[in-house]
T-cell receptor, first 113, second 109 residues
Framework: NAGVTQTPKFQVLKTGQSMTLQCAQD?????MYWYRQDPGMGLRLIYY???????DKGEVPNGYNVSRLNKREFSLRLESAAPSQTSVYFC????????????FGQGTRLTVV | GIQVEQSPPDLILQEGANSTLRCNFS?????LQWFHQNPWGQLINLFY???GTKQNGRLSATTVATERYSLLYISSSQTTDSGVYFC???????????FGTGTRLTVIP
């Protein structure tokens, strides 16, 4: 019963490097989300995918791209990492029906030096 | 977006004590959740509670949607309750869950 699985758990990047964070869910959910959490703050939405084949910007999309690969997988890409992108990244999913519960992965701690 | 205010920001309790955490929303929400972020950073779902009252063991939550607030009650606190408690809400049909900045709870033996 994996739920939402994120890889990797930890990553250190140099400024200017690129990387992709992976997320997969096995709950047959339609909607998937990427959030970031900075120290002392709650989570903020980067991008979401309401259903397979669609993606939309959230509150803080600059510097990121996403791909909804299929119903299970939603990836987040940093094309040219910056120190300001040092954060903990969470993926989430929910059924997509109105007013339903969201479930979160275990997070990816990213440090950009 | 919706502004979410949580209080208190920090709380230190002796093991066995009870506590109430509060979450206020700037606008009506129809999708409200409480989470516990444990010391390892995992976000654990506590309650999905757009309205009414729910109980799960020593924890219970009440949402008064018409007055735009929710309360989380922790009774007989244990050291394992330590961590940060977040509430988050979204308007009907909206995709973005707006989070508060959390209440950091420390339970000491």
């Amino acid at each position: 019963n994996a739920g939402v699985t994120q890889t990797p758990k930890f990553q250190v990047l140099k400024t200017g490097q690129s990387m992709t964070l992976q997320c997969a869910q096995d709950m047959n959910h339609n909607s998937m989300y990427w959030y970031r959490q900075d120290p002392g703050m709650g989570l903020r939405l980067i991008y979401y995918s309401a259903s397979e084949g669609t993606t939309d910007k959230g509150e803080v999309p600059n510097g990121y791209n996403v791909s909804r690969l299929n119903k299970r997988e939603f990836s987040l890409r940093l094309e040219s990492a910056a120190p300001s992108q040092t954060s903990v990244y969470f993926c989430a999913s929910r059924t997509g029906l109105l007013n339903t519960e969201a479930f979160f992965g275990q997070g990816t701690r990213l440090t950009v030096v | 977006g919706i502004q979410v205010e949580q209080s208190p920001p920090d709380l230190i309790l002796q093991e066995g004590a009870n506590s109430t955490l509060r979450c206020n929303f700037s606008d009506s929400v129809n999708n409200l959740q409480w989470f516990h972020q444990n010391p390892w950073g995992q976000l654990i779902n506590l309650f999905y509670i757009p309205s009414g009252t729910k109980q799960n063991g020593r924890l219970s939550a009440t949402t008064v949607a018409t007055e735009r607030y929710s309360l989380l009650y922790i009774s007989s606190s244990q050291t394992t309750d330590s961590g940060v408690y977040f509430c988050a809400g979204a308007q009907t049909g909206a995709n973005n869950l707006f989070f508060g900045t959390g209440t950091r709870l420390t339970v000491i033996p």
